[in-house]
């Protein structure tokens, strides 16, 4: 560590409330020139929005932040940027149709021609080049990004922080997609910004490499600072423990039969995401298994390829065991098979269309004599399903998209529930979906149970995973690592399995 | 009827009225009768073209289509003298197997539909010339067909030196918009339309078979095309392939976007483009009778769609506004019901 040991970044009682969640509270975090701080915690631990405050994106409620040693008062983006505070994001910000150079020097090429302002190309590489140089990078700065892999990506992006002076590099999740050694070459170059006095704060759910590269490592648990590591206390194990532990509300309701027979069974399904991991899954009549695992683990994958939207490049699929050919969702839901999808506006709902429109959609025909629709016959289902799920609309002709995110997920599951399930997967189901409304939805997954449906629940919920399900299947980087029954739930359990690690 | 049908509507008679003003003949039976045919002949294939668009895509070849299906139905009848039905039904299925390729290449080759559909125009267009050396295409001297020219050009319910009859094509198009405006807003099929326009994905997740009913929408646009390129042949007699139909196909897209379908897809009606086709065609006899230089058809027609839109798009952000506030009125009152509960 430098010598010059006052710290870069001070951030004191930073708290910020929304209205009925406290999503800090009074945090204190502080960066040495220097120095790699490991971030870490659970999903939903605060980490993002602690970000988004350093980014300026965010105003906190309360708290203060100080920046080399000068107080900030209000810090805005542009704050952020001026300060020196660069972010390397998960999902990258990169303009693939554009080389190198322009990623780099995006809004601030250089000119030439006066007011015809081109740009000068020449000087772009001048500028670029030596950044690529600092970092080791196997590419040129007139490379189209298209060409890029995706660790290439990550480097380009620290070179693009580099290039704004940066002397805080936050990174997020950046070896979430890269390969082994694309991750140790990523390490080493932080180990050299490092040396060059450049700090870092490193998001990561990956533990070994937190403690192959941290100086010291701060763990966030509900919002708040619940402990740091450093030096050779900087363990997995200790990690783990330091983001488990707080108290979970139980949510279990139990369910009222034992589970029967097998009504879905997957078989060595293997997804285009991860082609070297073929996944078996069986699920019973009248249980709700969760799928728990870190985001990006291959769960949303899964169950894309289950219910067709991807065809799985190989596996067998038996639903009550019969072997079903699924090529298109068409024929999942012929057979019972219905998805309730992650991504709810994009592939949930028609936004634009009524509440009516929308229930009847994937069972159209049976509300039509010949091929025509009969309108009353469509309402009167829409509004028995409105009742039934308590959706809070004005009537069934609102449109879905005035709706709040809980109703809108009512309007989903409205959909299947009209029809006749045999098997329904949840992915992420509450996401973004307020407290009243969740606890309809963990009742309404427990009536489908106990009335003999099989439901698969996808969550990176913990709370969630560990109290609606009655048994856990975790994922681990497109495998599953291990299946937990309901006396081995702990959040320390499912946590060592998602991060791959076998239990004991 | 949608408010914005019922504002076209209203457009349509007070430019009716201006010009019955400015010049009464406007109203004569020989008049309304011909401006009757013309919006039978270009409404016909503006049906299509609505589907197609509310899908998300466009069909740009209608106009070459019927320069191309015109000089092989007239050929058909001439040349090779077959009895007119048969080559009546040939001519349709030909126009519906090139709907059939405009859709494959769109849904299974994933080819932007102003691609495919640009290819088409020049394509077609191209081939008619060839077929018939540049030359124009017609019937021989003295050759009828009585029952076809009645069906095509003819008029019906006419009354001997008083009513002069309603034009047989503008028959046809009430007929043709019916089915289309049952099948569109009454039918699965119509909802998977707009589903498919609207929102693909989700549609797919719906377990709606997306490619399929684009599929068809491109084909009833070519049947459509196939239908109207025998009234336009019956109407011109003769067809020169390197003019007939030329630019038809704006004429389509201009109706249905004055009814109101998005070009980004998922929002039409039949009576909107029924009445966007109405539209397009007064305007176009206000040229003739008002003496406006017929060189500035296009001119007049580009700017009263261009103003349409505009006006409409800002009625649509105020009835947004409206129902906003009204939605918040909704809640409080909502919120006050649950209360009482």
């Known amino acids: 560590m430098s010598e010059d040991a006052a710290p870069f970044l001070e951030l004191n009682g930073i708290s910020k409330t929304y209205p009925g969640v406290v999503a800090l509270d009074g945090v204190s975090l502080s960066v040495c020139r220097g120095e790699i701080v490991g971030l870490i915690g659970e999903n939903g631990a605060g980490k993002s929005t602690l970000m988004k405050v350093l980014g300026g994106v965010v105003e906190p409620t309360a708290g203060t932040i100080r920046v080399d040693g000068r107080d900030r008062a209000a810090f805005s983006v542009n704050d952020a940027i001026t300060s020196g505070i660069a972010f390397v994001h998960q999902e990258l910000n990169l303009f693939d149709n554009l080389d190198v150079g322009a990623n780099v020097l995006i809004g601030r090429e250089p000119l030439y021609g006066g007011p015809l302002r081109l740009i000068d190309r020449k000087a772009i590489k001048r500028k670029v080049q030596p950044l690529l140089d600092r970092l080791g990078a196997d590419f040129t700065p007139d490379t189209p990004v298209a060409e890029l892999s995706l660790a290439q990506q990550q480097l380009l992006e620290i070179a693009k922080a580099l290039s704004l002076d940066a002397r805080l590099v936050i990174m997020d999740e950046p070896t979430s997609s890269l390969t082994l050694t694309e991750t140790e070459r990523l390490l080493t170059v932080l180990h050299e910004l490092r040396r060059d006095g450049v700090s870092i704060i490193f998001i990561s759910h990956r533990l070994n490499e937190v403690k192959a590269c941290a100086d010291r490592v701060v763990v966030l648990r509900d919002g708040r600072v619940v402990g740091a590591l450093d030096g050779e206390r900087i363990k997995p194990e200790a990690m783990i423990r330091l983001m488990i532990g707080r108290d979970l509300k139980s949510l279990y309701i139990p369910p009222k039969t034992a589970p029967g027979a097998p009504v879905l069974e997957i078989e060595d399904f293997r997804t285009s995401a991860f082609p070297d991991h073929p996944v078996s899954l069986t699920l019973r009549r009248g249980e709700i298994l969760g799928l728990a695992g870190l985001i990006g683990a291959g769960r949303t994958e899964l169950a894309c390829a289950a219910f067709g939207i991807d065809r799985p490049l190989s596996g067998t699929l038996r639903i009550d065991g019969k072997a079903a050919a699924i090529a298109e969702p068409r024929d999942a839901i012929a057979r019972g098979l219905y998805l309730v999808p992650e991504d709810r506006k994009r592939a949930g709902l028609h936004l634009e269309f009524s509440l009516t429109e929308n229930i009847s959609l994937p069972d159209l025909k049976s509300y039509a004599t010949g091929s025509l629709i009969s309108p009353i016959a469509e309402a009167g289902n829409a509004e028995a399903q409105r009742q039934r799920l308590n959706i809070k609309a004005y009537d069934v002709a609102t449109e879905a998209g005035t709706l709040s995110g809980g109703n809108q997920q009512k309007i989903v599951l409205a959909k299947w529930l009209s029809m006749k399930p045999r098997v329904i997967i949840f992915d992420e189901p509450t996401r973004g979906i307020d407290v009243g409304a969740k606890s309809e939805i963990y009742a309404l997954m427990r009536a489908l149970a106990d009335a003999g449906v099989a439901v698969l629940m996808i969550s990176s919920d913990m709370e969630e995973v560990i109290g609606v399900s009655d048994r856990m299947a975790v994922m681990h980087e497109g495998t599953i690592s291990g299946f937990l029954e309901r006396d081995r739930f702990s959040e320390h359990n499912v946590l060592q399995l998602a991060v791959g690690k076998t239990l004991n | ?341």
């Open chain 2, 1 to 341: 009827m949608l408010k914005k049908d019922l504002g076209l509507l209203l457009l349509i008679l007070v430019v009716g009225a201006v010009v019955a003003f400015l010049n009464p003949r406007f109203l004569s039976g020989i008049n309304l009768a011909n401006t009757a045919n013309l919006v039978g002949l270009f409404g016909l294939f503006s049906l299509g073209e609505g589907f197609v668009i509310i899908t998300g895509g466009i069909d740009l070849s209608v106009g070459s289509i019927f320069a191309l299906l015109g000089v092989i139905f007239i050929n058909l009848l001439v040349a090779y003298g077959l009895p007119w039905p048969v080559a009546v039904l040939l001519i349709i299925m030909a126009g519906v197997i090139l709907g059939l390729i405009h859709g494959l290449l769109v849904t299974r080759v994933r080819m932007q539909p102003f691609v495919v559909t640009l290819c088409g125009l020049l394509i077609y267009r191209g081939v008619a010339r060839w077929y018939t050396d540049d030359g124009t295409a017609g019937f021989e001297f003295g050759q009828s067909f009585p029952t076809l020219e009645r069906l095509t050009t003819g008029r019906s319910f006419a009354v001997e030196g008083g009513f002069v009859g309603i034009p047989n094509s503008f028959i046809a198009f009430v007929v043709v918009a019916l089915i289309m405006g049952v099948v569109l807003h009454r039918s699965v099929f119509g909802r998977y339309l707009f589903a498919v326009g609207k929102n693909e994905e989700a549609a797919r997740y719906s377990g709606i078979r997306t490619r399929a009913i684009v599929t068809a929408a491109y084909v009833i646009s070519g049947g459509l095309a196939g239908i109207s390129a025998i009234y336009l042949a019956m109407y011109t007699r003769s067809i020169s392939p390197a003019s007939h139909g030329n630019f038809y196909e704006l004429y389509a897209i201009a109706a249905a976007v004055l009814g109101g379908c998005s070009l980004r897809g998922g929002e039409g009606s039949v009576l909107g483009i029924v009445l966007g086709a109405i539209l397009l065609q007064v305007l176009q006899n206000l040229v003739n009778l008002l003496g406006i230089p017929s060189s500035l058809n296009f001119a007049v027609m580009g700017g009263v769609i261009l103003v349409g839109v505009i006006a409409d798009m800002q009625l649509v952000r105020y009835r947004a506004f409206k129902a906003n506030e009204r939605k918040r009125a909704g809640i409080v009152a909502l919120g006050a019901a649950t209360q009482g509960e």
